[in-house]
């Protein structure tokens, strides 16, 4: 790559990550190209070198977050056996990237819960590709926890619902409350796991 190449590719990353910062604070909706060309010191001619619309950003960066999670899930389904093991790996795994990737894990989550507010047809299209996409594959890996008599018969894509509300707006909190510390990561996620399979009674 030469110094040209390397410019173009700093200028890029750098108008990502102003755009990150105000969509994760104000949301797609409520976020100015301007406010992204102020943030990242560049001009807006400079920002339409690289991108056609503020939509056409705030999808580069949703795409790239899903598929840093994808990529995720693959590895812990690589080394995991049973649910229970891929639940605790997946949970400490996506704390760990809330806490390391804040801006990230905020926008993915507003954009989860408030799809209409981006106004995108295109961006909802992603989110419910993905989303379709997890839930076939989390039915599937928890259908041979049921044949391996490891979790009951139960309908599964009401539990991966309530599991993705309750999980995510729970990590949320850890998040913004200032409790998400490193060292008590696996921690949070032990809890979260003997809840889901255990529940809270005597």
Same mark, same amino acid.
């Given at each position: 790559m030469n110094r040209r190449e390397r410019e173009k590719l700093f200028r890029k990353h750098e108008i990502?990550?102003?755009?990150?910062?105000?969509?994760?604070?104000?949301?797609?909706?409520?976020?100015?190209?301007?406010?992204?060309?102020?943030?990242?010191?560049?001009?807006?001619?400079t920002i339409y070198n690289y991108f056609s619309s503020k939509e056409e950003i705030y999808t580069e960066i949703i795409t790239s977050v899903i598929e840093q999670h994808q990529i995720i899930i693959r590895k812990i389904d690589e080394k995991t056996v049973t649910l229970h093991d891929f639940v605790e790996e997946l949970l400490a795994s996506l704390i760990r990237f809330s806490r390391e990737n804040k801006e990230s894990f905020l926008l993915l989550l507003f954009t989860e819960i408030?799809?209409?507010?981006?106004?995108?047809?295109?961006?909802?299209?992603?989110?419910?590709?993905?989303?379709?996409?997890?839930?076939?594959?989390?039915?599937?890996?928890?259908?041979?926890?049921?044949?391996?008599?490891?979790? %009951?018969?139960?309908?599964?894509?009401?539990?991966? %619902?309530?599991? %993705?509300?309750?999980?995510?707006?729970?990590?949320?909190?850890?998040?913004?409350?200032?409790?998400?510390?490193?060292?008590?990561?696996?921690?949070?996620?032990?809890?979260?796991?003997?809840i889901l399979f255990n529940g809270i009674k005597y």
């Open positions: 990502i990550k102003a755009a990150l910062q105000i969509f994760a604070q104000k949301g797609y909706k409520a976020t100015t190209l301007d406010e992204i060309a102020e943030k990242s010191e560049f001009g807006k001619g408030h799809q209409s507010f981006t106004a995108s047809t295109e961006i909802s299209r992603i989110m419910d590709n993905n989303k379709q996409k997890m839930t076939e594959f989390f039915v599937q890996k928890a259908s041979k926890a049921i044949e391996n008599k490891e979790i %009951r018969d139960v309908d599964l894509e009401r539990v991966i %619902r309530l599991f %993705r509300g309750l999980g995510f707006n729970y990590i949320y909190d850890l998040l913004v409350s200032g409790k998400l510390k490193e060292e008590f990561i696996q921690e949070e996620a032990k809890f979260i796991t003997d």
